[in-house]
């Protein structure tokens, strides 16, 4: 067992047009928690960045419970948590946490080989984020009778830019919106579209992602939730330098795919926009990770 050890945890972003609930990619932007043996009886938690003065710090706090169920025993220990994932923004600030928690679990602990995706997605909910946040790059998620599985795709040779509403939006809300049935057309659409996405970032053809991002399955229904798609793709449509623009997880936050280089002026287009602070973040190659 150590006596210190720290680990940080990638943001995430789901669903990335037509890959609804199955789809993530890892983003370059990190919880971090430093773990130590204290000198109390009970465990002591420090946040700092973001949740600090609102994420509970005692037995129901998400890192905690993660750490708890992959094994760790938090008695006596003291817990700093460096938050950077925007709360309830779409960017898998939960999935971070729980990532993070059951990497330290096992890490702490020493134990073997853990189904740590299937503990995830079981306090997750759902296993599309938890996926990219615990494997880093890009996943596919699905479950069946066994459970929850995931692949890798590595990351597509695209830069990112996150433009992060100042709003907050709750998944179960962004869920609600959504219709019980959809027309087959739509349907059939969104399928060929996640084909293709995948087909684009395993072929490094990502002109293909220009076709690749429409989504008819869940983005129409959510757009009223996200006032901020539409305005984000009026800034940069009919840019050759811009290949689409896609509602983050469940939103509110929008995620501009770009040529790499191009940030940079993708930014300056989206500069300034109310509500909202666009930021250039690039792909995870790493997921959880002791440090």
Do not use: K
Not at 87 to 97: E, H, K, N, P
Not at 119 to 144: F, K, Q, Y
């Amino acid at each position: 067992m150590s006596d210190a050890l720290r680990v940080s945890a990638p943001a995430s972003s789901a669903n990335l047009g037509p890959g609804f609930d199955c789809l993530a990619l890892a983003l370059e932007l990190r919880n971090e928690v430093e773990i130590r043996r204290g000198t109390a009886a009970e465990p002591v938690v420090r946040i700092s960045g973001e949740g600090a003065g609102e994420t509970p710090t005692g037995a129901d706090n998400l890192f905690l419970r993660a750490f708890q169920r992959g094994g760790g025993e938090v008695a006596g220990l003291e817990f700093a948590m460096t938050n950077r994932v925007p709360f309830a923004r779409g960017l898998g600030s939960s999935a971070a946490t729980i990532a993070a928690g059951l990497v330290a679990a096992q890490a702490w602990t020493g134990a073997g080989e853990v189904d740590l995706l299937g503990l995830a997605a079981e306090i997750e909910g759902h296993p599309d984020n938890v996926a990219a946040a615990l494997n880093g790059g890009l996943t596919l998620a699905w479950s069946n009778q066994e459970g929850v599985s995931a692949i890798g795709f590595g990351e597509p040779d695209v830069t990112f830019v996150a433009v992060v509403s100042e709003a907050r939006l709750s998944t179960a809300e962004a869920r609600a919106a959504l219709p019980a049935q959809v027309p087959l057309a739509d349907a059939v659409h969104t399928a060929a579209r996640a084909a293709l996405l995948v087909a684009a970032i395993g072929s490094g053809d990502c002109e293909l992602l220009r076709d690749a991002l429409d989504d008819r399955l869940h983005e129409p229904y959510r757009a009223a939730l996200v006032p901020l798609l539409e305005a984000v793709r009026g800034r940069v449509r009919d840019r050759d330098e811009v290949y689409g623009a896609t509602i983050s997880g469940a939103g509110p936050t929008v995620l501009v795919w770009c040529e790499p280089g191009a940030e940079d002026g993708v930014l300056a287009l989206l500069s300034p926009l109310d509500g909202a602070a666009p930021l250039a973040v690039a792909a995870a190659h790493r997921g959880a990770t002791i440090l």
